[in-house]
Nanobody, 114 residues
């Protein structure tokens, strides 16, 4: 199983980025698809989640700024990040669940300069 995350980079405060995570090699249908992030010296936290039926959930800190979505094939998850703030700086990881198994991507670095 591979989760290939991309789209990170350096952006100024107020800017936007779009993260993508492509999942391959999973035999069974993918259920939940999530984005987590981990800032230096902090614990990994859930940023956004989307179920197989399209129900979404967001951390309070990103509500109204970030949008999670997934493609119709169900193997790619996106995170549109607008109005970025310096405190959004972190490594962003995608995580998916297929039945009872969770899989993690390698992470993509997002740096927001003030």
């Amino acid at each position: 199983v591979q989760l290939q995350a991309s789209g990170g980079g350096l952006v100024q405060a107020g800017g936007s980025l779009r993260l993508s995570c492509v999942v391959s090699g999973v035999i069974f249908p993918i259920n939940d698809m999530d984005w987590y992030r981990q800032a230096p010296g902090k614990q990994r936290e859930l940023v956004a989640a989307i179920t197989s039926t399209g129900i979404t959930n967001y951390a309070d800190s990103v509500k109204g700024r970030f949008t999670i979505s997934r493609d119709s094939a169900g193997n790619t998850v996106f995170l549109q990040m607008n109005s970025l703030k310096p405190e959004d700086t972190a490594v962003y990881y995608c995580n998916v669940r297929s039945r009872l198994t969770y899989y993690w991507g390698q992470g993509t670095l997002v740096t927001v300069s003030s």
